[in-house]
T-cell receptor
Framework: AQSVTQPDIHITVSEGASLELRCNYS??????LFWYVQSPGQGLQLLLK??????LVQGIKGFEAEFKRSQSSFNLRKPSVHWSDAAEYFC?????????????FGSGTRLQVQP | GAVVSQHPSWVICKSGTSVKIECRSL??????MFWYRQFPKQSLMLMAT?????????EQGVEKDKFLINHASLTLSTLTVTSAHPEDSSFYIC???????????FGPGTRLTVT
């Protein structure tokens, strides 16, 4: 079964510092990968997605992610974090070659931003 | 991106009563809709997948007689929590995708509190 691992439950960074959130996935010859952000009590907002092509994808709010097939990773990065980035971040994967269309989510990483 | 709405956004009900949550795709036809549940400080867990006009497929451990899902049209799916109990209190999020897209579009979620 496909799975997603986000090894960091909680990360604290200073405002202006760089950020990298890790995501590892298993399974799927052709994974489709996503990063979502969720503020408390809110729904999910899509930050970026990878389907194919260039392995470095740009998203909204200055985020980017790099797909590395050899490492089964899809890490999210931002060069300079803003206080408004404090939220919960979820990595998700779907692999249509399994016939399963539902997303599998990682456990999430809570980001705190220190002034 | 495509828009999915959910109604109500929050609901409080008494133990033993039933609650219906609606999920609508506003500007696309959702051939498949998904229902997720999210407990506080946890990730999203898939409850069921539904295709328009057919019975929903429930994940292991999800009681189909308790969580009734109806996907009567390409733009509407409903989740009815029957005989709700306090342990059913959670954040319920729906999403939809279409045959033309590899992306799921999420609703804003419904907060259910059972007293």
């Amino acid at each position: 079964a496909q799975s997603v691992t986000q090894p960091d439950i909680h990360i604290t960074v200073s405002e202006g510092a760089s950020l990298e959130l890790r995501c590892n996935y298993s399974y799927g010859a052709t994974p489709y990968l996503f990063w979502y952000v969720q503020s408390p009590g809110q729904g999910l907002q899509l930050l970026l997605k990878y389907f194919s092509g260039d392995t470095l994808v740009q998203g909204i709010k200055g985020f980017e992610a790099e797909f590395k097939r050899s490492q089964s990773s899809f890490n999210l990065r931002k060069p300079s974090v803003h206080w408004s980035d404090a939220a919960e971040y979820f990595c998700a994967v779907v692999s249509y070659d399994t016939g399963r269309r539902a997303l599998t989510f990682g456990s999430g990483t809570r980001l705190q931003v220190q002034p | 991106g495509a828009v999915v709405s959910q109604h109500p956004s929050w609901v409080i009900c008494k133990s033993g009563t039933s609650v219906k949550i609606e999920c609508r795709s506003l500007d696309f036809q959702a051939t498949t809709m998904f229902w997720y549940r999210q407990f506080p400080k946890q990730s999203l867990m898939l409850m069921a997948t539904s295709n328009e006009g057919s019975k929903a497929t429930y994940e292991q451990g999800v009681e189909k007689d308790k969580f009734l899902i109806n996907h009567a049209s390409l733009t509407l799916s409903t989740l009815t929590v029957t005989s709700a109990h306090p342990e059913d209190s959670s954040f319920y999020i729906c999403s939809g995708d279409s045959e033309q897209s590899y992306e799921q579009y999420f609703g804003p979620g419904t907060r259910l509190t059972v007293t």
